[in-house]
């Protein structure tokens, strides 16, 4: 908890048919956009554990509890050479709190012909154009790690260079305490180029244009008492119900987690 998921679709449809001597023509045309916003935190609340290693006896196994660790409050030892700190959660789990605003986007036209070829044959000859956007954060909270390939063939962090969300990203030249592990540090030592840009929008990903779909058909009576009808063609999808995940908006900077051992 929480988990917030508000999701909003419109769409725009429209179709137009004209009979002309022996063709039968339609064409339209569909649009859609779809937003979904998501809050689903991964340690909303926090999480502590207590397996019960500050509560059992040395060299000793099986007597180990939980629920003792917890009523321990960490403290300093009181005997020479002793551990202090003992007692408390060995580990804690917990979340920033970080909305993901999602937006995609459908379009699509079409065009078909039914051709009365002679009183016994029909053909359907038809083509349609699709084109699914890929989904995009629309305050460019996202980010996405390509290991390899396009667009440079070789691996880089690429993150919107602008947009509400907050993007800076973690350095040692920022905060000194990091000590070489911020993420832009750890970038720089495995050889991931970083690519602040909104060369391909803020879903930071590119789509097919070219999605040119052909249909075929035929309707043949063999006699007044049967029929024949057949067709092929060519379809094009996406991903209609990817949900929260994977999903690039959770990637650092945007939505992170800590964990912290005893």
Partial sequence: LPS?????????TDDFTKVYGKNSFKMGLEYQTVNFNTLQPAYSRGEFDFNGQYAGVPSYTGDQTGRAQFLLTPMATTV?????GVGGANEVHASNISKTYDQRSYLAFYFQDDMKVTPTLTLNLGLRWDYFSPISETNGGQANFVQTGPPTGAPIYLIPASGKDNRQLSSTANNPS???QGFLDLLAKDGIALGSTNKYGNALVQTQQTNF??????AFQANPRLVLRGGVGLFFNAFENQGYGPNIGENYPFVYNFDFKG
């Fill in 80 to 84: 020479a050479g002793g551990i202090g």
């Fill in 213 to 218: 779909a052909p249909r075929f058909g035929f």
């Fill in 4 to 12: 917030d998921e508000v999701s909003q679709t419109i769409q725009v």
């Fill in 178 to 180: 990091l000590n070489g």
